[in-house]
């Protein structure tokens, strides 16, 4: 998760797309992280995952995403979200 938030910190970015299973943490801690930072609280976080259920959806909006994505997921349907995110940021500047 390092990487990634280094990542985040350096480049100008107007989404992340993470999994919650994350190998050093999750992207739960990790969207409440992007969400506590000033520089990046403005991006839009989706967070996705395989465990698509109630408290899995609940426990990522609580933490600051903007949508929580089930796996797996249909490419066209994802990139239609990822786009529809980022035009809306793109309005709203």
């Given at each position: 998760?390092?990487?990634?938030?280094?990542?985040?910190?350096?480049?100008?970015?107007?989404?992340?797309?993470?999994?919650?299973?994350?190998?050093?943490?999750?992207?739960?801690?990790?969207?409440?992280w992007v969400k506590?930072?000033?520089?990046?609280?403005?991006?839009?976080?989706?967070?996705?995952?395989?465990r698509d259920n109630?408290?899995?959806?609940?426990?990522?909006?609580?933490?600051?995403?903007?949508?929580?994505?089930?796996?797996?997921?249909?490419?066209?349907?994802?990139?239609?979200?990822?786009?529809f995110h980022l035009?809306?940021?793109?309005?709203?500047?």
């Open positions: 998760m390092a990487t990634a938030k280094q990542t985040a910190l350096a480049g100008r970015i107007g989404l992340i797309l993470s999994e919650i299973d994350l190998p050093n943490g999750t992207g739960l801690e990790f969207c409440l506590a930072q000033p520089d990046l609280a403005h991006v839009t976080v989706l967070l996705c995952s395989g109630p408290v899995t959806r609940r426990l990522a909006l609580e933490a600051g995403a903007a949508e929580f994505v089930a796996k797996p997921f249909v490419v066209g349907e994802l990139r239609a979200r990822i786009f035009r809306a940021a793109a309005e709203g500047q």
